[in-house]
């Protein structure tokens, strides 16, 4: 499949910010970064800490400031919409954000959460509680929920009413940003399994931002690395964990625990070696 194929493209994308404070040098944080995401496949975005993966998440959802390059939808520019049309494209786009605390509104009732982009996308109460039972019983959150409030879950079970929330309208797009990692593992696991489950079930696209490659690499078709707001590495998953061609990626799989110890012991003696003979 080419990239006439893609459903999102990001194309030499820049963000700077800082840049409208007085005698204030423009921050740029990103510096021309180029990713696509396919119908259907889960792209991995992965880098350390601070190395740009929310600015691309808040660039393609338009919340941070683009200076420069291109970001297209299904074929259409979307870096550059006015505010109306940025919100018809929520239909399209969603995200999931990593903190189930915060990320869902403490007053507003489970049922409210879930049935408010369905009423804003012009559905009628008895349609949009029909569909908010649908989504319930999808993430398996038992139907008394409705009218409980967030602090009543525990988190995994907050995160699936985000992702129940994020999959209401039927989005072509899911952009998951550190969607597990205020999880435990074995919550992750289940959460990461729904995911797993609605994307061959609706055929949902992910941007599966995680600073975790083991995560990645379990979730994602193909996986992009990104190393100080430059991506470094693009490939399928198999292609840039098991041969990485960047110092870097072969860096973050180091810290990425693996199944077999051994298998990484190796992987760490060849790295060490590779090292010390560039050091020479
Ligand atoms: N609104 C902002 N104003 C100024 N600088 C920002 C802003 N948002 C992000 N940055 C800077 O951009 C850089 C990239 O941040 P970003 O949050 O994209 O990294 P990240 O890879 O997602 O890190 P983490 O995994 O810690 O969330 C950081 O140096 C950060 O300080």
Known sequence: MTREHSLLEVTDVRVAFGSKGFRKAPNEVLHGVSLDVREGETM?????????KTTIGRAILGLAPVS??????QGRRIDNLSARRRRSLSRDIQVVFQDPYTSL???????????????AQGYTSRDARRRV???????????????????????????????????????RLIVCDEAVSALDLT???TVLELLLEIQEQTGVSYLFISHDLAVVRYMSHRISVIYRGDI???????????????????????????????????RRA???????SAAK
């Open 44 to 52: 991995g975005l992965v880098g350390e800490s601070g190395s740009g």
């Open 68 to 73: 420069g390059g291109e970001i297209t939808f």
């Open 105 to 119: 509104n403490p007053a507003i009732s489970i049922g409210d959460t879930l049935s408010e982009p369905l009423l």
């Open 133 to 171: 039972g649908e989504l319930l019983d999808r993430v398996s959150l038992p139907a008394d929920s409705l009218e409980r409030l967030p602090r009543e879950f525990s988190g995994g079970q907050r995160q699936r009413v985000a992702i129940a929330r994020a999959l209401a309208i039927s989005p």
């Open 187 to 189: 919550t992750q696991r």
């Open 232 to 266: 470094v590495e693009t490939g399928t998953a198999r292609e840039v964990t098991d041969n990485p061609q960047n110092p870097y990626t072969r860096k973050l799989l180091l810290s990425a625990p693996i199944a077999q110890p051994a298998e990484q012991a190796l």
């Open 270 to 276: 060849a790295y060490e070696r590779e090292f010390a």
